[in-house]
């Protein structure tokens, strides 16, 4: 996998949605949550492979900005953006610009018995490609991207003959 830290242009979306949530874990449970169900509102089902992918990394990247990136008071940031052809963007910003940039810790350096330490070992796996952004003066986002498959609602009107 690759990890970037830039600022990149994305081609136009074809979806997007964004939402502030409470730097707590409720708040990061919710925005799995939110991001499955917006990802079975574009047409990727609950069950379907892109949306379980998409799910693990928002729950470890909103994991990390409630632990590492909590600014008491301070909301953190949930943005999903599909661009063509066919790419999901996942990005979490929290207020915690001032922090170091994440790296995934060496799969040795965490005790077998922990439970933590290698979230952004598993975001390295998952993922096509991740990094961090700093676009905005306060906030910190890291983010990451995943090809989604085919969406039912693409595969409709792939399959459907063409009305006669």
Not at 6 to 12: G, H, K
Not at 14 to 25: C, M
Not at 26 to 31: D, E, F, P
Not at 111 to 136: C, F, N
């Amino acid at each position: 996998m690759n990890h970037q830290t830039v600022s990149t242009e994305l081609p136009v979306p074809t979806h997007r949605f964004t939402v502030r949530l409470s730097a707590t874990r409720r708040g990061a449970r919710l925005a799995r949550r939110l991001a499955t169900q917006q990802l079975d509102a574009w047409g990727w089902p609950y069950d379907s492979d892109s949306s379980r992918t998409a799910a693990l990394l928002v729950a470890e990247l909103a994991a990390n900005a409630i632990t590492h990136g909590r600014v008491p008071g301070r909301d953190f940031r949930l943005g999903l953006t599909v661009v063509p052809p066919g790419t999901l963007r996942v990005e979490v910003s929290d207020a915690r610009r001032d922090r170091g940039l994440p790296v995934p810790a060496d799969l040795g350096s965490a005790p077998l018995d922990s439970d933590g330490g290698r979230g952004l070992l598993l975001v390295d796996a998952l993922a096509a490609d991740w990094g961090t952004s700093h676009s905005d003066p306060v906030l910190k986002t890291v983010w990451c991207s995943i090809a989604l498959g085919p969406s039912v609602t693409g595969a409709r009107r792939v399959t459907s003959p063409p009305p006669s």
